[in-house]
DNA sequence: TTGTAAGCGTTATCAT
DNA sequence: ATGATAACGCTTACAA
């Protein structure tokens, strides 16, 4: 079993440098030649030692997937799972591999982002729902690595993808409001993620594009989890609102949860919309009436553009927005008028 | 800002060899070298480069985590994510990296299972959830690769950690026995892993234990997923079980479900217990009596068995196995008699 | 205690 | 078209 080049030339009578030259698809090489050195690879079974190769080519084909810890709900959010498979795939199939890195504390943050980035282990990053003030966004800047950002960053030379969750979130306003709703609430999610100030604006405009003014008390403060979800519903039940926009998916469980325990029905008592489609909105009860955000794509698309970033560096800021699609299931409905 | 090892040297007046013991913590340097040395180090801002470390250590401190893709509720069932960052902090603990591998298609096993293993990237290796058979076992046990399983296999040289599936489910049934049940079903998880084997086998033994006759008919089988426990469920309540041992958190939040079309109410008509004690199940209704599973110590415990085979290899197989506790919540009542 | 020098397994440059 | 040979940046005998 060779397991370097030079074994694998010696088996076919070549020179070192040629069999590197085929393994590496290089012209120059006369097809008998080609065909001989193959014939020596695979009856030996020689693979090459990524590393070896990696220290002359500057290229390790491994990306990382950072994912700052500030994400409290990374476990129960099938979100992140749903971005790390669709990177993963998108990976596998240009023959890159995935690192995972998850910052725990923000002390080995520090530690973690020297030890891999700064040791070149990575050729390049993807960064996962970092908060809009990140300090790992203005290292990677600041070093030069080629990243790219899963949502929007404000920073504006920053490569990003992400979906239009102003566009998405007056999509599911609209339809509110057009099921006659007036007094409509929100649960925002976190105001230090352009995730949730974009829902957050979408909300506003959605109103103001309608003539409805604002109720600040119609607006509560949620951090995409569950629970806060459900505490949100609850402080927002004494505005009294008949429909409910909520950031995400996750955090209407949790509403729904507390307005079952209020007693309060959907969408009979109560219509509410959410945002992300993740499996389980179509299982709660009812199924919910959400926007779907194409998860796996962007994260696919966020692979791509990091691929090429690193394949051909220096073009102009790729700021890729996706859309996305309103998906009418069972937790709205007609506001019965109560003056007609 | 020095970039190798013979910039810093050159920095400090000592020869690269003296710089890289001083990195290494070698003992044989002189304390005032050592100092001079750290200095020229933190003054040019140098980071060794990790590949070409690797290339003469034979070590990229990089482990995988290889999730055969048969698992089709990754997304949904939470067990992935938690196990993920059990295992990332586990490695980051340690200085390692983990690089993730989802084999989608039994196509590209073969592929990323040679650009991975046998190009020598990976240091060694923990299988998450792998079928019984899965062929990936074999070829690392062929190719000599440091590895643990998630799970335990029937091939006794594996490295595993696990828990007791066994005890744990027979926990679940002793208390709902103890509550007065005799009719209890089940429904199993997949026959081809030995957590659903393990689940399923505890279930009888418990029925065994207390001399009460296993009836084929309350036996269904599920794969772990939310959508066959709703199936499985509908199937069983054709044999009018008076309380049901579910296979998994997430198949028994399907099972709640079809209960909840059927009109039947939980724990009054039918008592419920599973496995898992996912954070979902202390958020359904009713929360749910369940086996807890140590997630994230099975994770952690798979990662340092890895590291300490990395580091000292060939002693014994370890196997590990995890205690589980059950966690008595609200889908669980007596059973009234209705015969006295 | 420190320095010299020989690899590690590739790719890339330059002759031939 | 092919083969020497010099990097790549580090660790590690071996010498001094």
Not at 326 to 340: A, D, F, G, Q, T
């Given at each position: 079993?060779?397991?370097?080049?030079?074994?694998?030339?010696?088996?076919?009578?070549?020179?070192?440098?040629?069999?590197?030259?085929?393994?590496?698809?290089?012209?120059?090489?006369?097809?008998?030649?080609?065909?001989?050195?193959?014939?020596?690879?695979?009856?030996?079974?020689?693979?090459?030692?990524?590393?070896?190769?990696?220290?002359?080519?500057?290229?390790?084909?491994?990306?990382?997937?950072?994912?700052?810890?500030?994400?409290?709900?990374?476990?129960?959010?099938?979100?992140?799972?749903?971005?790390?498979?669709?990177?993963?795939?998108?990976?596998?199939?240009?023959?890159?591999?995935?690192?995972?890195?998850?910052?725990?504390?923000?002390?080995?943050?520090?530690?973690?982002?020297?030890?891999?980035?700064?040791?070149?282990?990575?050729?390049?990053?993807?960064?996962?729902?970092?908060?809009?003030?990140?300090?790992?966004?203005?290292?990677?800047?600041?070093?030069?690595?080629?990243?790219?950002?899963?949502?929007?960053?404000?920073?504006?030379?920053?490569?990003?993808?992400?979906?239009?969750?102003?566009?998405?979130?007056?999509?599911?306003?609209?339809?509110?409001?057009?099921?006659?709703?007036?007094?409509?609430?929100?649960?925002?999610?976190?105001?230090?993620?352009?995730?949730?100030?974009?829902?957050?604006?979408?909300?506003?405009?959605?109103?103001?594009?309608?003539?409805?003014?604002?109720?600040?008390?119609?607006?509560?403060?949620?951090?995409?989890?569950?629970?806060?979800?459900?505490?949100?519903?609850?402080?927002?039940?004494?505005?009294?609102?008949?429909?409910?926009?909520?950031?995400?998916?996750?955090?209407?469980?949790?509403?729904?949860?507390?307005?079952?325990?209020?007693?309060?029905r959907v969408p009979e008592d109560i219509s509410l919309t959410s945002f992300d489609d993740i499996p389980m909105a179509s299982a709660t009860e009812p199924p919910l009436t959400t926007v779907r955000q194409p998860i796996g794509r962007m994260a696919a698309l966020a692979v791509e553009t990091l691929l090429d970033l690193i394949e051909a560096p220096g073009s102009g800021p790729r700021r890729i927005v996706l859309p996305t699609e309103?998906?009418?299931?069972?937790?709205?409905?007609?506001?019965?008028?109560?003056?007609?």
């Open positions: 079993m060779a397991r370097t080049l030079e074994e694998v030339a010696r088996l076919a009578g070549v020179s070192r440098s040629t069999v590197s030259r085929v393994i590496n698809d290089h012209p120059n090489v006369r097809a008998e030649t080609r065909e001989l050195v193959w014939e020596a690879i695979r009856g030996s079974g020689y693979r090459p030692h990524a590393v070896a190769r990696s220290l002359v080519t500057k290229r390790t084909q491994i990306v990382g997937m950072v994912i700052p810890e500030v994400v409290t709900n990374l476990f129960t959010d099938p979100f992140f799972p749903i971005l790390l498979r669709g990177a993963t795939e998108a990976c596998n199939e240009h023959g890159y591999q995935l690192m995972l890195s998850l910052f725990s504390s923000s002390a080995d943050r520090q530690e973690i982002y020297q030890g891999l980035v700064r040791n070149a282990y990575l050729d390049g990053v993807i960064v996962a729902s970092a908060a809009v003030e990140d300090p790992l966004i203005s290292d990677l800047l600041r070093d030069g690595v080629p990243f790219v950002s899963v949502g929007r960053s404000p920073i504006e030379r920053v490569h990003s993808v992400d979906v239009d969750s102003v566009g998405g979130t007056q999509m599911a306003m609209g339809h509110l409001i057009r099921l006659g709703h007036r007094r409509i609430g929100t649960i925002a999610g976190r105001p230090d993620m352009t995730a949730g100030q974009d829902r957050l604006e979408g909300y506003r405009r959605a109103l103001g594009s309608h003539g409805i003014a604002v109720d600040e008390d119609l607006i509560v403060e949620g951090d995409f989890t569950e629970s806060s979800g459900m505490a949100g519903m609850q402080r927002l039940l004494r505005a009294e609102p008949s429909a409910v926009f909520v950031a995400s998916d996750m955090m209407a469980v949790g509403a729904l949860r507390a307005l079952r325990q209020a007693g309060l309103l998906v009418i299931r069972e937790s709205c409905s007609k506001k019965e008028v109560v003056n007609p």
